[in-house]
Protein backbone atom coordinates (compact mmCIF):
# COMPACT_ATOMS: atom_id res chain seq x y z
CA UNK A 1 0.00 0.00 0.00
CA UNK A 2 0.71 3.58 -0.65
CA UNK A 3 0.01 6.40 1.50
CA UNK A 4 0.10 10.23 1.40
CA UNK A 5 -0.24 11.76 4.65
CA UNK A 6 -0.62 15.81 4.82
CA UNK A 7 -0.24 18.02 7.64
CA UNK A 8 0.55 21.81 8.31
CA UNK A 9 -2.93 23.29 7.83
CA UNK A 10 -4.89 25.49 9.49
CA UNK A 11 -6.79 28.87 10.28
CA UNK A 12 -4.50 31.73 9.60
CA UNK A 13 -5.04 35.52 9.23
CA UNK A 14 -4.17 37.14 6.02
CA UNK A 15 -0.65 37.74 5.33
CA UNK A 16 0.26 35.16 7.25
CA UNK A 17 2.19 31.85 6.50
CA UNK A 18 1.56 27.85 6.72
CA UNK A 19 4.28 25.24 6.03
CA UNK A 20 2.52 22.16 4.33
CA UNK A 21 3.83 18.79 4.26
CA UNK A 22 2.92 15.75 2.99
CA UNK A 23 4.91 12.32 3.57
CA UNK A 24 4.29 9.07 1.44
CA UNK A 25 5.22 5.64 2.60
CA UNK A 26 4.93 2.54 1.62
CA UNK A 27 5.70 0.47 -0.73
CA UNK A 28 7.77 3.08 -3.67
CA UNK A 29 10.17 2.21 -5.86
CA UNK A 30 10.29 5.80 -7.29
CA UNK A 31 8.67 9.35 -7.36
CA UNK A 32 8.37 11.07 -10.45
CA UNK A 33 6.35 13.96 -9.30
CA UNK A 34 4.55 15.76 -6.73
CA UNK A 35 2.44 18.01 -6.12
CA UNK A 36 -0.29 20.12 -4.56
CA UNK A 37 -3.82 20.96 -5.60
CA UNK A 38 -6.53 22.48 -3.46
CA UNK A 39 -10.11 22.84 -4.16
CA UNK A 40 -12.60 25.11 -2.36
CA UNK A 41 -16.41 24.72 -1.84
CA UNK A 42 -18.28 24.97 -5.01
CA UNK A 43 -14.90 24.85 -6.81
CA UNK A 44 -13.21 22.58 -9.42
CA UNK A 45 -9.71 21.04 -7.81
CA UNK A 46 -6.85 23.16 -9.52
CA UNK A 47 -3.23 22.54 -9.73
CA UNK A 48 -1.41 24.97 -7.07
CA UNK A 49 2.25 23.84 -7.68
CA UNK A 50 4.31 20.71 -9.12
CA UNK A 51 8.02 19.36 -8.69
CA UNK A 52 8.66 17.04 -11.26
CA UNK A 53 11.53 14.44 -10.81
CA UNK A 54 14.66 16.51 -12.52
CA UNK A 55 11.90 19.12 -13.63
CA UNK A 56 11.24 22.84 -13.05
CA UNK A 57 8.90 23.56 -10.53
CA UNK A 58 5.60 25.61 -12.27
CA UNK A 59 2.98 27.17 -10.11
CA UNK A 60 -0.51 28.24 -10.37
CA UNK A 61 -0.48 31.89 -11.56
CA UNK A 62 -2.35 33.23 -8.49
CA UNK A 63 0.34 31.71 -6.17
CA UNK A 64 3.42 32.77 -8.17
CA UNK A 65 6.06 35.06 -5.58
CA UNK A 66 4.06 34.05 -2.56
CA UNK A 67 4.17 30.03 -2.49
CA UNK A 68 7.20 27.43 -2.99
CA UNK A 69 7.13 23.94 -3.37
CA UNK A 70 10.01 21.88 -2.59
CA UNK A 71 10.98 18.13 -1.80
CA UNK A 72 13.26 15.95 0.36
CA UNK A 73 14.08 12.85 -1.65
CA UNK A 74 15.80 11.12 1.33
CA UNK A 75 12.14 11.05 3.13
CA UNK A 76 9.45 10.65 0.06
CA UNK A 77 8.27 14.36 1.58
CA UNK A 78 7.06 17.38 -1.02
CA UNK A 79 6.00 20.67 1.15
CA UNK A 80 4.26 23.89 0.17
CA UNK A 81 5.63 26.96 2.09
CA UNK A 82 2.50 29.60 1.64
CA UNK A 83 2.87 33.46 2.47
CA UNK A 84 1.47 36.04 2.57
CA UNK A 85 -1.95 34.13 2.46
CA UNK A 86 -5.21 36.19 1.70
CA UNK A 87 -8.96 34.95 1.76
CA UNK A 88 -9.07 33.42 -1.73
CA UNK A 89 -6.81 30.80 -0.73
CA UNK A 90 -8.73 29.66 1.45
CA UNK A 91 -9.56 25.63 0.47
CA UNK A 92 -8.92 21.71 1.47
CA UNK A 93 -5.26 21.47 -0.20
CA UNK A 94 -4.68 17.44 -2.02
CA UNK A 95 -1.12 16.33 -2.08
CA UNK A 96 -0.49 14.43 -5.08
CA UNK A 97 1.85 11.64 -6.33
CA UNK A 98 3.20 10.42 -9.39
CA UNK A 99 5.12 7.49 -8.53
CA UNK A 100 5.92 3.63 -9.12
CA UNK A 101 5.16 1.16 -6.48
CA UNK A 102 8.01 -1.48 -7.75
CA UNK A 103 10.21 -2.50 -11.02
CA UNK A 104 8.02 -4.04 -12.42
CA UNK A 105 4.46 -2.12 -11.73
CA UNK A 106 3.50 1.18 -13.91
CA UNK A 107 3.55 4.58 -12.82
CA UNK A 108 0.42 5.66 -11.06
CA UNK A 109 -1.32 9.00 -9.38
CA UNK A 110 -2.01 8.88 -5.61
CA UNK A 111 -3.75 11.35 -2.94
CA UNK A 112 -3.66 12.69 0.23
CA UNK A 113 -6.74 13.28 2.04
CA UNK A 114 -6.35 16.78 2.17
CA UNK A 115 -5.89 19.48 4.58
CA UNK A 116 -7.71 22.65 5.11
CA UNK A 117 -6.44 25.83 4.81
CA UNK A 118 -8.47 28.66 6.01
CA UNK A 119 -7.45 32.54 5.65
CA UNK A 120 -9.73 34.60 7.65
CA UNK A 121 -9.50 37.95 10.29
Known amino acids: QVQLVESGGGLVQPGGSLRLSCAASGSIFSIYAMAWYRQAPGKQRELVAV???????NYADSVKGRFTISRDNAKNTVYLQMNSLKPEDTAVYYC???????????????WGQGTQVTVSS
Open 96 to 110: YADLQRTIVTPRTDY
Open 51 to 57: IPSGGST
